[in-house]
Structure formats: C-alpha cells, structure tokens
C-alpha cells in the first residue's frame, strides 16, 4: 500500500524559512514526479512544483519560483519542500501528492506569525 | 498558464439526483503524445483530495462508476448519476498537459 507521511505543523515567524518533508513507503520514488499543493484557509488547491526524484529536476509554478525549493532524497525515499521569507500569505495546508495525483499525503499546516 | 475554468461554483443536489460539473480549458489539453491530462478529484472536508477520474475518462481503482467523465480538448464534464451523501465535497478538475499543472476553481456540492 503506498503511504505519504507529511511532518508535523510548523508555527514560522515573517521573514524565516520551513522545511516540509513528505515520507513515502510502499512505491519507490525515483519513478514518478512529487508534486507540492498548497490550500490557503477557506481557497482551492493551488500548484506549487514538481520533482522529478530520479534527477532532481524541478518545475515550480511562476508565483513559487523564489518561495519554493523542492528536493528530494531517494535513500530515505523522502521528498522536501523549504519555503523562505514566510508571510502571513504562505500560511496554508501544504500537501505532497505523486503519481498524477493518485496518491496524497495528509497535509502540513503552516502558519506564519510573529 | 493553462487556466481551468469549472462551473458552477455550487451545486445543490438532493440524494439520488445526477449532477454534471463542467470544466474549461484556456487552451486544448492534447497532449503530442495523444493523451489528454485531465484529471478530477474530490475534497471531502478536512481531507486530502482523493483522484476520481484520470486521462479525461478513466475511473480510478474503487472509485464507484457512479462517477464518469468525457470531453475532449478544451471542455470537459464530470458526471454523477445519482448522488449519494458521502460524494457532498469540492470537486477540482487538474490538468498536467503543460507545465506548469494547473487546478480548476473548485465545485462545492452540497445538500439541496
């Protein structure tokens, strides 16, 4: 059974940088792309990037180019997402999600506040 | 940017009715190789969306086939024939023809 484990909430202050990471078992990383969601409180789901883990090629979403930085590590099978110089916008559920969307994890919930 | 227009924003629906939700493209979603990359997802509250529908019309493993899709280029349509309480939601269409993959506005169904 493939199974996404998001880490737990994080509580960042304006103008610092979270790390995210979404731990994958039961499918092997390397072949499909990890994408990153985000849903702001009450707002759709938005589309932050992708990895591709097999090369560490990336595509972000034009609004995430310099918010998002999205790696991955093939031997823990573990994807990551930092985001730098929070504000009170990027409070949100982050999600990581792969194989077209078939599988998700359960959501990080970030909340930017000083 | 691909922009994926869904309508309607809400749908009233009572138990047993058939619902459509419509989704638009800014731009035809064939892919070069053939494929079209359409894909539709419900939120249930205070979930992670789960896939329904993939490649315009193929329903996902243990996905009822109450739920359907079609379309082709720039219109799409999901289809429920006959709702039942644990489909209420937000559907989102997605497409991943073109980078960057782009999200639909959401359909909100609810309980008429």
């Known amino acids: 059974e493939v199974q996404l484990q998001q880490s737990g909430a994080e509580l960042g202050k304006p103008g610092t940088s979270v790390k995210l990471s979404c731990k994958v078992s039961?499918?092997?990383?390397?072949?499909?792309?990890m994408h990153w969601v985000n849903q702001r409180p009450g707002k759709g789901l938005e589309w932050i990037g992708r990895?591709?883990?097999?090369?560490?090629?990336?595509i972000y979403a034009e609004k995430f180019k310099s918010k998002a930085t999205l790696t991955a590590d093939t031997s823990s099978n573990t994807a990551y997402m930092q985001l730098s110089q929070l504000k009170s916008d990027d409070t949100a559920i982050y999600f990581c999600?792969?194989?077209?969307?078939?599988?998700w994890g359960q959501g990080t919930l970030v909340t930017v506040s000083s | 940017d691909v922009v994926l227009t869904q309508t309607p924003p809400t749908l009233s629906a009572t138990i047993g009715q058939s619902v459509s939700i419509s989704c638009r493209s800014s731009?035809?979603?064939?892919?070069?190789?053939?494929?079209?990359?359409l894909n539709w997802l419900l939120q249930r509250p205070g979930q992670p969306p789960q896939l329904l529908i993939y490649?315009?019309?193929r329903l996902e493993s243990g996905v009822p086939n109450r739920f359907s899709g079609s379309g082709s280029g720039t219109d799409f349509t999901l289809k429920i024939s006959g709702v039942e309480a644990e489909d209420l939601g937000v559907y989102y269409c997605?497409?991943?023809?073109?980078?960057?993959?782009?999200f639909g506005g959401g359909t909100k169904l609810e309980l008429k």
């Open positions: 490649l315009v019309s």
């Open positions: 999600a792969l194989m077209g969307f078939a599988y």
């Open positions: 731009q035809s979603l064939l892919h070069s190789n053939g494929n079209t990359y």
């Open positions: 997605v497409q991943s023809t073109h980078a960057p993959w782009t």
């Open positions: 990895i591709d883990p097999a090369n560490g090629n990336t």
């Open positions: 039961g499918y092997n990383i390397r072949s499909t792309y």
